[in-house]
């Protein structure tokens, strides 16, 4: 049964910043959702949430996927361990998730997938970006694949150009999910549940929410909505 206005959860938390946080509230209620905010220490009782919106926001700690600390900061032990435990949740009762670039890779070490803590020393020529006005006008071309979530929020564009901006990228793949996005340095820009599995679950490592000014970001988080409203 189609709910009419779905709940969403939306993760922050008090290092977070506040743009991100207004505009993933905008991008939900644009998109035909309620937001609840979620953060570290308050019992929101998200059982009642119809999906999760994962923003965006500092490093994950290595610890939680079993590496050393090399190149990670601005640790949020406390969110890291909230957001883990909501997309197992959302796996484990078939809500959907969308996660938006930390929450991309929150989504890969939620499925035991691992990350590289600074991709220059991966990726030949990445260029790292954290200015938030880089987040809204910088581009990055990305690649996609056919019959995937992103491919349908871009249309007929299989080579669009996004707001990627970050110095750590998805490692080791999660279980259970597929690339369906890449740069042309080769480095994972989005993952989807796999083909096999009739569940709502994106991760995009750029920033739809600061632009959503293009018909494709808006797309993505009406796709998301709809998942929700739907139970998928």
């Known amino acids: 049964m189609m709910r009419s206005r779905p709940l969403i959860g939306?993760?922050?938390?008090?290092?977070?910043?506040?743009?991100?946080?207004?505009?993933?509230?905008?991008?939900?209620?644009?998109?035909?959702?309620?937001?609840k905010k979620i953060k570290p220490g308050v019992d929101l009782h998200t059982a009642n949430c119809d999906g999760f919106l994962i923003t965006g926001g500092s490093d994950i700690d290595p610890a939680l996927y079993n590496h050393e600390n090399t190149s990670s900061y601005g640790l949020d032990k406390a969110r890291d361990a909230m957001e883990c435990a909501l997309v197992r949740h959302a796996v484990e009762h078939g809500k959907p998730v969308f996660g938006i670039c930390r929450g991309a890779q929150m989504i890969n070490v939620a499925h035991n997938g691992t990350l590289h803590q600074n991709a220059r020393d991966v990726y030949e020529g990445f260029s790292p970006h954290s200015n938030?006005?880089?987040?809204?006008?910088?581009?990055?071309?990305?690649?996609?694949?056919?019959?995937?979530?992103?491919?349908?929020?871009?249309?007929?564009?299989?080579?669009?150009?996004?707001?990627?901006?970050?110095?750590?990228?998805?490692?080791?793949?999660?279980?259970?999910?597929?690339?369906?996005?890449?740069?042309?340095?080769?480095?994972?820009?989005?993952?989807?549940?796999?083909?096999?599995?009739?569940h709502y679950i994106l991760g995009v490592q750029w920033h739809p929410e600061l632009i959503l000014y293009r018909p494709s970001s808006r797309r993505l988080f009406r796709g998301f909505v709809e998942a929700c409203s739907a139970g998928l």
Not at 12 to 34: H, K
Not at 154 to 171: A, E, R, Y
């Open 10 to 35: 939306v993760t922050t938390s008090d290092r977070s910043s506040r743009t991100l946080w207004v505009f993933s509230y905008l991008a939900v209620t644009m998109a035909g959702g309620r937001v």
């Open 132 to 198: 938030m006005m880089r987040k809204i006008y910088a581009r990055r071309r990305v690649y996609l694949e056919q019959a995937s979530l992103v491919a349908k929020a871009f249309g007929g564009d299989m080579t669009p150009k996004v707001n990627s901006l970050h110095h750590q990228s998805i490692g080791d793949l999660g279980q259970g999910l597929r690339v369906t996005a890449r740069d042309s340095l080769g480095m994972v820009q989005s993952v989807e549940a796999g083909m096999r599995h009739n």
